[in-house]
């Protein structure tokens, strides 16, 4: 019987890595997901660079991934319904997603907000938000995470969680 385990914590770039090493014990697929904010760009870059490193040296069938956002989760979000390829402060990003939610007749965008996936799914275009998300991080390829900005990887863990949550 496969055991599924579901961490959340407030942690953040290589905290989150180090936490995730002492509390998981046996997983095939373990997944950081953080956001830029103000937190270091080394730690930031670096995060993403020790999971790389950590799955060329792996000796056990564990494989480690990260779903980052330059600079925060709220692209993801927004990508649902257009292409953004500006780099502007996240609290832009907050007003821009208030703006859209106002269009829908929706209350003023709020972080945390319980209902953001059902409210994605409805008025957003998840295969949107894949390829855009996609075309943002190929443009800018090759360089370091805290350079591509915006950008976002949430969409390979997307990917992977797709056929389970529709």
């Known amino acids: 019987m496969n055991e599924r385990i579901k961490l959340v914590?407030?942690?953040?770039?290589?905290?989150?890595?180090?936490?995730?090493?002492?509390?998981?014990?046996?997983?095939?697929?373990i997944w950081l997901v953080y956001d830029l904010d103000d937190f270091p760009l080394d730690n930031f870059d670096n995060t993403a660079y020790s999971v790389?490193?950590?799955?060329?040296?792996?000796?056990?069938?564990?494989?480690?991934?990260?779903?980052?956002?330059?600079?925060?989760?709220?692209?993801?979000?927004?990508?649902?319904?257009?292409?953004?390829n500006s780099d502007i402060h996240r609290t832009e990003y907050f007003e821009k997603l208030s703006d859209i939610f106002k269009e829908y007749e929706l209350d003023k965008y709020e972080k945390n907000n319980e209902d953001i996936f059902e409210i994605l799914i409805q008025y957003g275009?998840?295969?949107?938000?894949i390829n855009n998300a996609k075309r943002l991080y190929k443009e800018n390829?090759?360089?370091?995470?805290?350079?591509?900005?915006?950008?976002?990887?949430?969409?390979?863990?997307?990917?992977?969680?797709?056929p389970h949550m529709l």
Not at 9 to 24: E, F, I, Q
Not at 60 to 74: D, F, L, M, R, Y
Not at 141 to 162: D, R
């Open 52 to 84: 790389e490193s950590m799955n060329e040296n792996n000796n056990t069938s564990t494989k480690w991934h990260v779903a980052w956002s330059n600079q925060c989760i709220e692209i993801w979000f927004l990508l649902h319904f257009n292409y953004y």
């Open 125 to 129: 275009n998840l295969e949107d938000a």
């Open 9 to 29: 914590t407030g942690r953040n770039t290589l905290s989150l890595l180090d936490y995730a090493k002492t509390v998981v014990v046996v997983c095939e697929h």
């Open 141 to 162: 390829e090759g360089q370091p995470p805290s350079k591509i900005a915006p950008a976002t990887k949430v969409y390979e863990l997307v990917e992977i969680l797709k």
